[in-house]
């Protein structure tokens, strides 16, 4: 590691009281006594798939790295605790960036009071790469799984999507905070959150639930960058279709009985809107249902990291 | 993440005790109860600096990844617990490639009871990288930590230095079994692994324990590797000089009071050597001793990530 930048860090980076031995040794040593289970994520962004570093400020690009991993948290209803940092930096600049990336993480993991426990930093050849890994605590409702649907369940998202390529898909507000309050007051049975696709990430709960969904079309809130993109490209593409498949939206899928369904939507107890959009079902696979045209076979949409073989 | 290759690691990764719940969720749920602390720690190889996947089997580029951040764990005298793996792949080959990345891993994570708890896998237009960050669990004797190191303990060392370059740089053999029988049986007070180099790591060692060291260079154990590359580049550098500053050795480097270094160089309870090279001294630096000349300062040298502003 560049000792000029784990001076740096030291410096900046806050004590934490999980953290005995933070950045400087081989390790770092945390505190975990009373954390029963804890959740382990990784993200890995790259330049050019994840962010384009020569469009955007870094921070941004920090701040997204960070934010996507704690949306893995929030889909697991877990608290953060701790993060490591990995670093791949072009060689070129590769202390002012890094310096930059903390300025968009080092804000984030405060609000959320994650421990930056350390981190591994390079230089190479190659674009800039960032992984974050994040260890989270479960609470005592328990981890919320992607297998826990079942028939019957209602189908409930926090916030509106599409169109996250206008900007948000940068400044990603991950839902932990409201993922904690919704577990503490109602019982969830199952969460994702909207990485790839609404559609494709509610076919992918219902996968692991071993269930269907239909998916109510009149109901999927909408956002506002949809429509702009929608218009925008003017290519046909509607502002639903960007909901249902444009991805990085990172706000929730939830499955939770008809019963609490209905008191979360009637409570709206977070500062973001729940809304039910429709239910889970025994077939497998995934529909769309609407007024007119009744139930039809819904494409699960979004976005597919494909390797070439 | 790639459905195709989440399908394959599913059907290859083992369960374990720890992991209630591996690959195919948000993130993965572990089995923490007992562990009152735990060390963490992130290492991310990349083409072109740590491996060249042009000329190397892809499955020694797993095991080094793997390897080398278990020896961060053995630095810390701390148990594997769990591991996640995120891979920057390129887009062509990509799937055949991380398979081959997982055949290094899963057998060295096998040997050392280690859960592969998940990970996370993307394409990009850049060349191969791969982070993994390693959960150990801190024994009773608690972390071995790089500050411990007091005046007047001896400096000792597992193996031999020099020349991993010609191979054994990407063969990694992780001193974990051997630090966990040293720290049971024997009271040490310091630790760090040798991966940029002798002299340096012994440097930032004793950086971190606010003293000083003198090594003698007539017992520093130097590699069969270090002589056949002297030989080989016949550039006026010493089997010596490469034991010294050319790291990527992954050896120990610990500290102990004389009456323990004693017990443990006459018991030798590894199947490695363990060689008494020198002590630590109150005045901060690095000194060498030989017979000849005495008392003179040692310049740390190894491998310095350098960052440019």
Chains 1, 2 share one sequence.
């Not at 806050?14 to 975990?32: E, Q, T, Y």
């Not at 079942?150 to 839902?175: K, N, Q």
């Not at 290519?235 to 960007?242: E, F, N, Q, Y």
Request: with cysteine; hydrophobic share 40%.
């Amino acid at each position: 590691m560049e000792s000029e930048l784990i001076d740096q860090l030291r410096r900046r980076l806050p004590d934490h009281p999980l953290l005995r031995k933070g950045v400087g040794d081989d390790a770092a040593v945390l505190r975990m006594a009373g954390t029963d289970e804890c959740v382990v994520t990784v993200d890995l962004l790259t330049d050019g798939v994840d962010f384009r570093l020569d469009e955007v400020d870094p921070r941004r690009v920090g701040h997204k790295a960070l934010a996507v991993n704690l949306s893995d948290l929030a889909a697991m209803a877990a608290r953060p605790l701790a993060g490591v940092i990995a670093l791949a930096l072009p060689r070129r600049g590769g202390l002012e960036l890094a310096l930059a990336l903390y300025d968009g993480i080092l804000p984030l993991a405060e609000r959320y009071d994650l421990a930056v426990a350390g981190g591994d930093t390079n230089s190479w050849d190659g674009p800039l790469a960032v992984s974050i890994t994040l260890l989270g605590q479960v609470t005592e409702r328990g981890p919320l799984l992607r297998s826990g649907a079942t028939p019957g369940d209602r189908i409930l998202v926090t916030g509106a999507f599409g169109g996250s390529i206008l900007g948000r898909h940068l400044d990603v507000e991950p839902r932990v905070d409201e993922v904690l309050l919704l577990a503490q007051h109602y019982k969830l049975h199952a969460g994702i959150d909207v990485s790839d696709g609404l559609s494709i990430d509610l076919f992918h709960l219902t996968q692991e639930s071993g269930c269907g969904a239909e998916l109510d079309l009149h109901a999927v809130p909408v956002h506002d960058d949809a429509r702009r993109l929608a218009d925008q490209l003017a290519d046909g593409s509607t502002a639903l279709d960007h909901a249902l498949g444009d991805g990085e939206d990172f706000e929730l899928i939830l499955a939770a009985g008809p019963d609490v369904a209905r008191r979360i939507v009637d409570d709206q107890p977070l500062g973001v809107p729940v809304t039910d959009v429709g239910r889970f079902v025994a077939e497998p696979g995934l529909w769309q249902t609407d007024r007119q045209s009744g139930r039809r076979p819904l494409p699960p949409r979004g976005w597919e990291h494909r390797l070439e073989g």
